[in-house]
């Protein structure tokens, strides 16, 4: 086994021994260092057989599967060599993809390989991320082998580097760094070059800041993770943690942030610095920027940030949506675009309005910023109800929201929608993933009336909705829209499990023809 070992390594790649060995060394040192000594935890005596057994399935099952495929003529099965096929995977992936991370010192790299192996490992995707990532790329073959959140998150990280380290004060290389970012993205939506140079600006950060980015980065992609929920079931909040990926990130860091060998292995100053990153179990960028609802600026006006951990959370969440589509284009930040860049900053000045007049409603500026774009001429009520979907459909031109209001106009039910939108964007109700929802109606149909019916379908069930978790439209796939725009969102299709994910009901009577058109 030995020597089938060694030649395997050595066809890798003339680094790979060492990253290994370092891998295999973290994983032990990440049992090691996680010391159940905290109140919190359970006596030793109960953790060690489960820590034991965790150590030996990273590290021994790495030699294990090395050691037989050396002279295999199988396939590898990702299921039975998880931990070469991943290792493996990620080098070749890392140096095709990936020139900044590549060139992070070793440690550095070792924990990015060894943090997003918990996400190796979940098999929960976002509806994001189950699309096909670019399927034309042929130097990587990862398709059955790495979670797809993992690109996500190196492609946060690798967009992260690039503008940190390019120089703004250097002409050459800042056309070169933004020709890098930008090359996925569509011409006449393409961030500007003046953009662009403004998102360098905010970006001269400490070293400091930028490792703890790059560990909020790993810990914001491990959660939910099995072995994160795992962790947290030695403790005793084992039965009370949230199902919504963010709300779990704040609430591990908050009450057992050494979980994450990301935070573990930092210096402390550099652990301050990630809490920002997670400053409750609420507050989320996203939900803002979408104008999902207002339970998320609600959070952010109690929340009573410094202007450090302001800054902070806000270029964290910046990198967040500079790798949003990383699973489909891993080379650039194709999610930033124009459209992106101009919601984001309008968001931001919404907040700083707020911090300077608190009397003024970050949502309702944020909404009034973004209607004006869009030239939105209609009543109080309208525009509100027309920016949150147009902001969520990702359709930000006057003319596309001039269609969106003639929908709105035409739509039978039109005067119970407002009534009720009035009352649904008030509650303290924590909606995600409606943005999806209404995003996979327009990509199926590319129809306005389709997207105003599923809003207000999914506005009808905010009202009676009793769950502690949040309202969550996460399983709402582009078969799970057929089947509602099938039914013509009728109640009768709908279905709530114990985690409140909404998802739609097999009507096997009902028949639907896919249109042919494609989302712009």
């Not at 295999?24 to 489960?50: C, V």
């Not at 034991?52 to 990702?78: C, K, M, Q, R």
């Not at 990383?326 to 931001?348: E, Q, T």
Request: negative net charge.
């Amino acid at each position: 086994m030995r020597k089938k070992y060694y030649d395997v390594v050595m066809r890798m790649g003339p680094n790979i021994n060492k990253v290994m060995t370092q891998i295999k060394q973290a994983h032990l040192r990440s049992i090691n260092e996680f010391k159940f000594n905290d109140q919190n935890y359970k006596s030793d005596s109960t953790e060690q057989p489960w820590m034991s057994y965790f150590a030996a399935g990273l590290v021994v099952g790495s030699v294990i599967a090395l050691g037989n495929t050396a002279d295999s003529e199988e396939p590898l099965d990702p299921k039975k060599y998880s931990r070469i096929a991943y290792l493996t995977n990620m080098e070749t992936l890392i140096s095709t993809h990936y020139p900044r991370i590549s060139n992070l010192p070793e440690d550095m790299l070792t924990l990015i390989i060894e943090q997003l192996d918990w996400v190796q490992q979940n098999t929960e995707f976002t509806p994001q991320a189950s699309v096909i990532y670019d399927a034309s790329d042929n130097k990587v073959n990862i398709s059955n082998h790495l979670n797809r959140e993992i690109l996500r998150a190196l492609t946060r990280i690798e967009m992260l580097l690039l503008v940190a380290q390019t120089d703004f004060n250097n002409p050459e290389e800042v056309g070169e760094s933004y020709k890098r970012f930008t090359k996925d993205q569509r011409e006449s939506e393409k961030l500007s070059y003046n953009d662009f140079y403004r998102l360098l600006g905010e970006f001269q950060i400490s070293e400091s800041e930028l490792d703890a980015q790059i560990r909020a980065v790993l810990i914001g992609a491990a959660t939910l993770s099995p072995i994160a929920k795992a962790f947290l079931s030695q403790t005793q909040y084992a039965k009370q943690y949230p199902y919504d990926s963010v709300q779990f990130s704040g609430f591990t860091v908050t009450l057992v942030p050494t979980m994450y060998p990301a935070y573990r292995r930092a210096s402390p100053n550099v652990q301050r610095l990630i809490h920002c990153a997670f400053p409750n179990d609420k507050q989320h960028w996203r939900h803002m920027f979408y104008l999902e609802n207002n339970s998320a600026f609600l959070d952010f006006e109690r929340a009573n940030l410094s202007a450090e951990s302001l800054s902070f959370w806000k270029r964290y969440w910046l990198i967040n949506a500079f790798g949003f589509n990383g699973h489909i284009k891993m080379d650039s930040a194709v999610f930033f675009d124009d459209s992106v860049a101009l919601r984001a900053n309008l968001l931001h000045e919404a907040m700083d309005i707020h911090l300077s007049d608190s009397t003024k409603s970050t949502a309702v500026t944020y909404a009034n910023l973004c209607a004006k774009h869009l030239e939105i001429n209609a009543n109080e009520d309208e525009a509100l109800l027309l920016t949150r979907v147009m902001t969520m459909t990702n359709l930000m031109t006057p003319v596309a929201a001039s269609t969106m209001y003639t929908a709105l106009q035409e739509y039978p039910d039109r005067e119970a929608l407002l009534q009720l939108h009035k009352q649904t964007f008030k509650s303290d109700i924590l909606v995600t993933y409606l943005p999806a929802l209404l995003f996979n109606v327009w990509s199926v149909r590319q129809k306005a009336s389709d997207v105003i019916a599923a809003f207000h379908w999914a506005n009808k069930i905010i009202p009676g909705f009793t769950h502690n978790n949040p309202l969550s439209f996460r399983t709402m796939t582009r078969s799970a829209v057929e089947i509602l725009i099938a039914s013509q969102f009728s109640e009768t299709s709908l279905v709530v499990n114990e985690k409140g994910e909404v998802s739609a009901r097999e009507l096997p009577t009902l028949g639907f023809q896919k249109t042919s058109g494609k989302p712009d």
